[in-house]
């Protein structure tokens, strides 16, 4: 992305353009401005400090030099400008120089907070200057027209919050497109077109906020690129919605004038949307993925402005820690304040060290981890939550022991004051019981005298009822009668009531009353004892009381008269109030008046005596009475004064009880306290020390709180030993020396983890090691979801068991209902385990893996893809992956807590140890378990208790002994306690004694974990070499079941320890490539002694590297020592146990070079005799004197240390294999070259019945269907299916894995196979290979053992076929001898080019159809036809593979030498000058095979027809191999260290290489020099040269210039340019001109000393003639000179040239002045695989370990073909390189080949063809 052009000169005028009159109108205000705007446009895409002091020192030259000031005068203390324009309140924004900082953080935390209060998302941010800088520069770009920001850093680093924030300081709206899980190119134009509405149409300002997790289709980028560079996305809108915008846009065209035509009105959209939208690109630079974007899309770079979020600085860090614990207490003043500060220096120290941790593990593991701000914030939050939390969690701890203590010492103090009180209270109660007993006395007597007067007072009062009884029963009787006339009375009365002052004025009225009227009138007068007539009557009705005196009436005292007089009148019918009535109301009243006074008068004079007697007989009464009461008064007195003495009496015994009472309670509470002090006096001692610890503790807090927290955040992708050391010596150091208060005996564990929870996660199937807990406290403590590498299970296994019980639902990310499934379980709070991630989480999980819920009408919601649910808090979430080494971005790994779960050694013996005493001693395991089981329960149990006791103690209020049920419940509780502890100590006992038994059978636990960590390494040589712990773990149990029982542990043990080695060495050999299997032994077996402590790791790994090269000051002291082995031998003697090697080598110099020379140097005497070095010891001198035979070496360590037949790979099996797998294990081929079993498992089907249903399909395009349907089907019915090529269907394989793992024993036939075939690929399912049975079927290593497997395979293993041939002793014969080409045409390819030119996959097949061949020839004819054979094999069967020429003549010579008729009738015919392989004689089958298993586990070259020196080369190879493949095994075997950068080693290559070159050739004057001559074609021939050259140095020179550039980002780095530096720093020849180059196998500098030797030889003969020799290495096209030097000849002797050849005569080693005749003389060839003789003149034997000879100089005369007649001699060829191989041009040339030249021989050519023997113009060094 350093990439300038004129659109950023643009950009700096652009914001030079904003200055303002009123602040920018100084000089140096406008150099500020101008400082602002190119440090805004070239500085902020700069990535590393180099290169932004590079642009500084730039800007200050320029400062300098155009306008004469520094910078440091310009910017004091050198901090540059910041211009911002939001400071001011106003219309117009007025972009300033802000030199206050504080000024501009006000005015964002305002921004902020005015942000955080709208309805958006609150964000937490901490505006340190860094992030200011950074909102400003988004400001600064998104407040200019069209400006569109690209925003580099990692995830986490606040690229989106910042932009957030910048837009809404600009009042701009925020658009971002949402990724559900089927969101795709056509979801992503719909959001475009929105977006377009809005900004196009709605004409709304918009930021489109798009980050690089989104882009799940590059289709995006396409689009966005357009966006950028034009505004327009082509065919974005279809016609109709473009008609429905020109319609929204008619206004506003009319407005501006415009014509409204198509094109007018979509270009006013797009400048409107293009004027409205500002782009504002989140991209992470990390990967390759970035690259490649910037190349495929320039507009990314080219039409933004860049900011690069580099790490956050220290202040920055510094200002987020303060911010966020400025709240936290840390004591008072001062002191507070100090450990503030520390703490916010060490969580920097923390986030450093774990990036220096991170690129150390990525160095030594290959491991990524990346450290984000997002980890920081985590930490100091994690810290402030953990602080409180574990604050309040130790307080109410030390709290609640606090106050069971008080409870006890309050107690403890009473028993003295209860004692004093309950003899006190005996004393009184006794006093009271005395006061008793004498008030007793006095009251039983007075209440004799109160009883005596009661009775006389109860007869006299009886007595006197009867009398009042009668008086009641009289006065009833008077009553009755009075209340006949009461009624008449009470009616008489209302009627008088009711008249009124006109009633009697109407009566008075009257002159003559009506009759009635008077008659009433007269008896009223009567009634009055007046005068009967109207005037009285009259006078009186006047009268005003009248009536009032008529209701007053004595009507007691009528007299006897009246009442007669009355009578009279009453007895007239017509004297009715009725009658009356009519006349008159008011007379009507008084009738009835008169009326009821008759009545009353006759009643009353029946009562009055009656009333009389009842007032006598109530008088006697009242006087009796008034008697009585005298009586009662007496008897009352007494009675009270007997009840005040029994009421003291009373109160004396309710005193004297409560007093009894007391000291009954006394005594109980005395009771109760002594329970109480002695039943808790034990947990007394321990309470206060688990206060004062606790209280210590609370003191450590801040101190074990960071690391804690620290721990969660960082530790999590780390393996042990580094999360030991940044905890150990990093956090902790930094801790204590900032003398922040920690526990000096610090444990993670014990800190974050009750004992408790950790043994239910054994219980649980968490390994017990602490590893492994520290990963269970992570993912239970973590505060993001958990992702857990887990190759072996071990983290799902635990997860399934732990949430068992929870209704766990397990999902994978392929299954059709993961969504449904896992929106189930957010609502309704249900764990969730998502299995078998890759390296990419599914993009709907995001807002699950952030936790971003909102609140929405009142409950918690999440918003997942376009549906939006309740989120429950109980909700869990894990993620496991079984890579076993995942690349995580940043963009992932922020989102979720990595946590590795890789088994370590420690946990996995303590699994093994447990099945193995569960399998010999199940009664033992049991018991453990069990054990395991209630030691578990009864520490829960005993936590309980206490807790209750203490609950029970802070919970009883006032005095405890009162309570007596909490008493109850404390005893109860102690008593349950004590049993429980007792219970504990005897399982504590038991356990022990279970232990003790138990450890006998660790060392096998210990052999084993040894042996599955060897095999876990493998995966690092080769993606396919998996092996899950369940496999492993099966195949220990059957060893346990099948290996040798014995009595003795220890023989048991070692028989199951031998058992099973080879067991897993054999079963994994079946998986492993040929060339890996010697690596395995050789690393199970120092596996094994590194364990028991007999291998040292510093001598292992010296003899895998050979030590780290440094300047050897040492000088060699034998010319035949190689200096690299001198080397060795040198930093060798560093190591302790070869001090002194060194003098010993120079002081046995000769015994030295025996060794040296040896054929065998393993076995030579010496090298045993020479010092006390054990054979691992031997190894690494022989590694230093002759790597080549560090293989056969080695072989014999592996045979000495663990047997013979570790060595010695079992042979293919299919049958083996397909009786280790069952229905639901796939079978898996992993391929090699020329390996194909297909025709062995159509064989062996045939053999197991299944031939007839057996499907195949070769995987591919569109196959997948297809191969389900195969699979369902065969499911169903048990048949076998073929899937071939599982690496061609990379996108297949997440189905395959799916289809696997369904396979269910239940549902699927158990006949059914699933048969696989595959070459190695990395995205072959990992489960299916940890579970499934794997095989290689390549031809074996070695010939014997290739031979072995001959006698295997299908026709050669059925006796039928053998014994159907006619002519027995041929055919075995024959056969034999076609097994023995077949392994020796087979073995020839490991010694590369001196073998077979092209490397041919000659395979099974070849063998059996010349078999065949044979067997049909010998049946059909009675003699043996070896030609035809010869032919048939030689040419067809074998030699139709064969494409070169001098291959085919190799082939057939070897074929000639073996399948001849002396092979067949000579018994001793041998195939080697030694003897050792020879035909064995005529006999059984058997025979052939036993002589085979005889042969040298290592051929010599000699049964190959090769000297011995082919084996150095080879077996350096091999070594190579071996020990490079062995280091991919070995962690942290990286060099690490400083050093140069690549950029800086690049550069200096590049100016090295370049210093060297010459100018290129100038071709035009050599032509004027060299003009085209019919005589002369050398003229020809070096004009072409140097053209070719030309343009050879010019690639060479452009890209070398180039990359200088882009080193220093003047050019872009292009994929060629990249691929040219990556070949420069692997010190190998860029692909970029070997396109333009003569072809070559050197390493990058021998190549660029070659190339310049090439042109120095070129220039010199322009220069100064066409030489005298040729140097034929030094052309670039050899067949132009060698046509050259024919034509020369051809056309001086006028002879045709195509009747022309090459006789080559071989000249002596002497300087040649002047040129050839006829012809030239060549030299610069070199001879392989032979030597030239010097003193015979002829083709001879190799000297020891010399593999080329230089040749002398040779004369090419060309002749006549029939003019030449050679001596005996071998046609060598002679090749460009070493390769020897090459490609054939259109011009009908080799790349390669050059040309046969005939070498004279005393041997027969077949001698040398079989030894590879050829001439090559160049070596590779």
Not at 388 to 399: C, I, T, V, Y
């Amino acid at each position: 992305h350093y990439l300038f052009n004129l659109r950023d000169i643009s950009r700096v005028f652009q914001g030079l353009l904003r200055a303002h009159k009123d602040f920018h109108d100084t000089r140096d205000s406008m150099m500020r401005l101008w400082v602002h705007e190119t440090t805004r446009v070239f500085c902020d895409r700069l990535v590393g400090d180099k290169d932004i002091a590079d642009f500084t020192k730039l800007l200050e030259d320029k400062l300098h030099e155009v306008f004469d000031v520094s910078l440091a005068t310009l910017c004091p203390h050198r901090i540059l400008p910041v211009f911002a324009d939001f400071c001011r309140e106003g219309a117009v924004p007025v972009y300033e120089d802000i030199t206050d900082i504080k000024r501009l953080r006000k005015a964002l935390d305002d921004k902020l907070e005015d942000y955080n209060n709208s309805p958006f998302v609150p964000m937490n941010l901490v505006l340190f200057r860094d992030a200011i800088e950074h909102i400003t520069r988004i400001v600064r770009v998104i407040r200019l027209d069209r400006g569109n920001m690209l925003l580099m850093g990692v995830g986490g680093s606040g690229r989106q919050s910042l932009t957030r924030l910048a837009a809404f300081v600009l009042e701009f709206k925020v658009f971002q497109i949402e990724v559900t899980r089927h969101y795709r190119l056509l979801e992503f134009r719909e959001d475009l077109k929105k977006l377009y509405r809005l900004t196009g149409v709605e004409n709304q300002t918009t930021v489109f906020l798009f980050v690089d997790t989104q882009i799940v289709v590059e289709d995006f980028l396409e689009d966005i690129n357009n966006i950028l560079s034009s505004g327009e996305v082509p065919n974005l809108f279809a016609p109709e919605e473009l008609e429905e915008i020109k319609g929204a846009l008619s206004p506003e065209a009319r407005k501006l004038g415009l014509e409204e035509t198509a094109d007018n009105m979509f270009r006013l959209f797009i400048e409107r949307v293009r004027n409205n939208l500002h782009v504002v690109l989140c991209m992470s630079p990390v990967g390759e993925p970035f690259r490649n974007r910037m190349r495929m899309y320039p507009g990314l770079v080219s039409c933004t402005t860049i900011d690069y979020f580099s790490a956050w600085p220290q202040d920055a860090l510094m200002a987020v820690a303060q911010k966020y614990l400025e709240d936290v207490n840390f004591g008072e003043g001062q002191t507070g304040d100090q450990i503030r500060a520390a703490i916010s220096r060490t969580f920097t120290v923390v986030q450093q060290s774990v990036v220096t941790s991170s690129q150390k593990m990525k160095e030594e593991l290959k491991r990524f981890n990346y450290v984000t701000p997002t980890n920081y914030l985590e930490l100091v939050t994690g810290y402030k939550n953990l602080l409180s939390e574990k604050r309040k969690e130790l307080g109410d701890a030390a709290d609640k022991l606090a106050n069971g203590l008080s409870k006890i010492d309050d107690t403890r103090a009473k028993v003295q004051s209860m004692s004093v009180e309950l003899e006190e209270t005996k004393k009184r109660v006794a006093q009271f019981q005395q006061e008793c007993d004498e008030y007793l006395v006095v009251i039983v007597q007075q209440k004799r005298e109160a009883d005596d007067q009661q009775k006389a007072v109860s007869a006299r009062s009886e007595k006197i009822s009867v009398e009042a009884a009668a008086c009641q029963e009289m006065e009833v009787a008077a009553r009755a009668d009075l209340e006949e006339a009461l009624p008449a009375l009470e009616q008489a009365m209302e009627a008088l009531k009711s008249l009124n002052k006109n009633d009697i004025v109407e009566i008075k009225s009257y002159t003559k009353p009506p009759p009635l009227v008077e008659m009433v009138l007269e008896a009223v007068m009567i009634l009055r004892k007046s005068k009967p007539d109207w005037a009285e009557a009259k006078r009186q009705l006047g009268e005003v009381n009248f009536i009032k005196q008529l209701i007053d009436f004595d009507k007691d005292n009528m007299s006897d008269k009246v009442l007669k007089k009355i009578q009279q009148y009453c007895s007239k019918p017509e004297f009715m109030p009725d009658v009356v009535g009519r006349v008159s109301l008011a007379a009507r009243s008084l009738c009835m008046w008169v009326r009821a006074m008759d009545v009353y008068g006759r009643v009353f004079k029946v009562v009055e005596p009656k009333r009389m007697a009842l007032k006598e007989a109530q008088d006697t009464l009242a006087s009796k009475q008034a008697t009585l009461a005298s009586a009662k008064e007496k008897l009352r007195e007494v009675t009270e004064r007997v009840e005040r003495l029994q009421s003291d009496y009373e109160a004396k015994l309710k005193t004297k009880e409560e007093l009894r009472v007391k000291a009954e309670q006394t005594a109980m509470r005395l009771d109760r306290a002594a329970k109480l002090v002695s039943g808790l006096a034990g947990e007394r001692s321990r309470w206060e020390a688990s206060i004062a610890s606790l209280r210590r503790s609370m003191e450590y807090l801040p101190g074990d709180s960071l690391i804690a927290s620290a721990f969660l955040s960082y530790m999590g992708p780390f393996p042990a030993e580094y999360r030991e050391n940044l905890v150990r010596k990093t956090w902790l150091q930094q801790v204590r020396s900032e003398q922040i208060p920690c526990d000096p005996n610090f444990s993670m564990n014990s800190f974050l983890a009750k004992p408790t929870d950790v043994r239910f996660w054994n219980i649980q199937g968490l390994p017990s090691d602490a590893f492994s807990t520290e990963n269970g406290v992570i993912v239970t403590r973590g505060r993001r979801w958990p992702l857990m590498i887990d190759p072996q299970g071990q983290a799902n296994k635990w997860v399934k068991n732990m949430e068992k019980g929870n209704k766990l639902a397990v999902v994978k990310q392929t299954d059709a209902d993961f969504v449904r499934t896992l929106e189930n379980a957010i609502q309704f709070g249900t764990p969730v385990l998502l299995e078998n991630v890759g390296e990419e989480l599914d993009s709907i999980l995001e807002s699950v893996l952030l936790k971003q819920t909102f609140k929405q009408g009142g409950a918690i919601c999440i918003r997942i893809g376009d549906s939006t649910i309740e989120y429950s808090k109980d909700f869990r979430f894990y993620v496991t992956t079984k890579l076993p080494n995942p690349h995580y971005l940043p963009e992932t790994a922020v989102k979720v807590t990595l946590v590795n779960f890789m088994i370590t050694p420690a946990g996995l013996e303590d699994q093994l140890l447990g099945i193995v005493v569960a399998q010999e001693r199940p009664e033992l395991e049991e018991e453990k378990n069990a054990l395991i089981l209630q030691s578990a329960g009864n520490k829960r149990q005993l936590k309980e208790i206490e807790d209750k006791i203490l609950e029970v103690l802070s919970s009883s209020e006032g005095n405890i002994l009162e309570d007596e049920s909490a008493i109850r419940v404390l005893s109860s509780s102690k008593v349950l306690a004590n049993e429980i502890a007792e219970k504990q100590q005897i399982a504590d006992e038991t356990e022990k004694k279970i232990d003790t038994a138990r450890s006998g059978y660790k060392p096998i636990a210990a052999h084993s974990s040894v042996l599955f960590f060897t095999i876990a390494q493998l995966a690092n040589i080769d993606p396919m070499y998996q092996y899950s712990l369940p496999w492993f773990t099966n195949l220990f149990l059957a060893s346990i079941e099948n290996s040798e029982r014995a009595e003795e542990v220890e023989k048991r043990l070692d028989n199951l320890r031998v058992h099973f080695t080879y067991s897993l060495y054999r079963n994994v050999c079946r998986s492993l490539f040929e060339k890996d299997k010697l690596l395995f032994a050789l690393l199970l077996c120092v596996n094994l002694q590194k364990k028991a402590g007999t291998v040292d790791e510093t001598e292992w790994m010296f003899l895998l590297t050979g030590g780290i090269g440094l300047d050897n000051p040492h000088k060699k002291p034998a010319t035949w020592l190689p200096t690299k082995a001198w080397d060795e031998i040198c930093r060798l003697a560093d190591l302790p146990r070869f001090t002194g090697l060194r003098e010993l080598v120079a002081g046995n110099l000769d015994s030295w070079k025996q060794v040296y020379d040896d054929v065998r140097p393993h076995e030579h005497p010496y090298l045993s005799a020479a010092a006390s070095w054990d054979i691992f010891q031997r190894l690494l001198m022989l590694r230093c004197l002759r790597p080549d035979k560090a293989v056969p070496a080695i072989q014999a360590f592996v045979s000495s240390q663990m047997g013979q037949k570790f060595i010695e790979p079992p042979p293919f099996d299919l049958a083996g294999a397909f009786a280790d797998s069952q229905a639901c294990v796939p079978l898996i081929f992993v391929l090699s070259p020329g390996a194909d079993p297909t025709g062995a498992l159509l064989k062996f089907a045939d053999d197991q019945g299944y031939g007839s249903s057996l499907q195949t399909l070769s995987l591919g395009q569109g196959q997948g269907p297809i191969a389900m349907k195969m699979i369902e089907k065969a499911v169903k019915e048990g048949t076998w299916v073929v899937l071939q090529n599982c690496h061609l269907a990379v996108s297949w394989m997440p189905t395959l894995e799916r289809l696997c793992e369904e396979l269910n024993p239940d549902t699927v036939h158990p006949s059914f196979r699933l048969w696989l075939t595959s070459y190695p690929s990395p995205h072959f399912p990992v489960t299916v290979l940890q579970n499934g049975v794997k095989m290689t079927n390549e031809p074996p290593k070695g010939l014997r053992a290739n031979l072995i497997r001959s006698y295997l395979i299908d026709p050669i293993s059925d006796p039928s076929f053998i014994a159907g041939c006619q002519q027995e002793k041929p055919f075995r014969k024959l056969l034999f001898g076609l097994c023995f080409f077949h392994a020796v045409v087979q073995e020839r390819r490991k010694f590369a080019a001196l073998g077979w030119n092209i490397p041919y996959e000659f395979n099974d097949t070849d063998l059996q159809i010349s078999i065949r061949q044979i067997n049909m020839l010998l049946n059909q004819y009675t003699h043996v036809d070896y030609d035809a054979i010869v032919y048939l094999i030689g040419q067809c069967n074998y030699g139709g593979r064969v494409t070169d020429d001098w291959d085919r003549r190799c082939l057939t010579t070897i074929l000639g030498k073996i399948l001849c008729t002396a092979m067949v009738e000579d018994d001793g015919f041998r195939f080697s000058e030694s003897g050792k392989y020879y035909a064995p004689a005529h006999g059984e089958m058997d025979s052939y095979v036993e002589y085979t298993r005889s042969l040298p586990l290592i051929p010599d070259p000699e049964v190959f027809g090769m000297h011995a020196n082919a084996d150095i080369s080879k077996d350096q190879n091999e070594t190579n191999l071996l020990f490079n493949s062995v280091l991919l095994t070995q962690a942290g075997t990286s060099s690490g260290g400083g050093g140069k950068s690549d950029e800086q080693r690049v550069s200096e290559i590049a100016g090295d290489i370049l210093s060297k070159l010459p100018p290129l050739f100038d071709t035009a004057a050599a032509l004027r020099k060299y003009p085209t001559s019919y005589m002369e074609s050398m003229n020809t021939v070096l004009v072409q040269e140097m053209v070719r050259f030309n343009r050879l140095s010019e690639v060479v020179q452009t890209s070398l210039v180039n990359i200088q550039k882009a080193v220093k980002g003047l050019v872009v780095m292009s994929s060629e340019l990249e691929g040219v530096v990556s070949s420069m720093l692997k010190g190998k020849i860029p692909a970029m001109w070997a396109k333009k180059s003569y072809p070559s196998l050197k390493p990058l500098g021998s190549y660029v000393n070659d190339l310049l030797a090439r042109l120095k030889f070129l220039q010199s003969w322009c220069d100064t003639g066409a030489p005298p020799i040729f140097w034929l290495s030094g052309f670039y096209f050899t067949q132009a000179f060698l046509t050259g030097v024919q034509q020369n000849f051809a056309r001086k002797y006028k002879i045709p040239i195509d009747l022309l050849s090459f006789a080559f005569i071989i000249l002596d080693d002497k300087e040649y002045t002047s040129p050839a005749t006829d012809g030239a003389y060549i030299n610069g060839l070199f001879l392989e695989g032979a030597r030239w003789d010097r003193g015979t003149c002829l083709l001879a034997e190799q000297n020891p370990k010399v593999l080329h000879d230089k040749m002398p100089v040779i004369l090419l005369q060309p002749k006549k073909r029939e003019d030449i007649k050679p001596p005996p001699s071998y046609e060598a060829p002679l090749y460009k390189t070493s390769e020897r191989r090459g490609v054939l041009a259109t011009t009908g040339h080799s790349s390669n080949y050059v040309i046969a030249i005939k070498l004279p021989t005393d041997k027969p050519a077949a001698h040398w063809i079989q030894r590879g023997v050829a001439l090559l113009t160049q070596l590779d060094d």
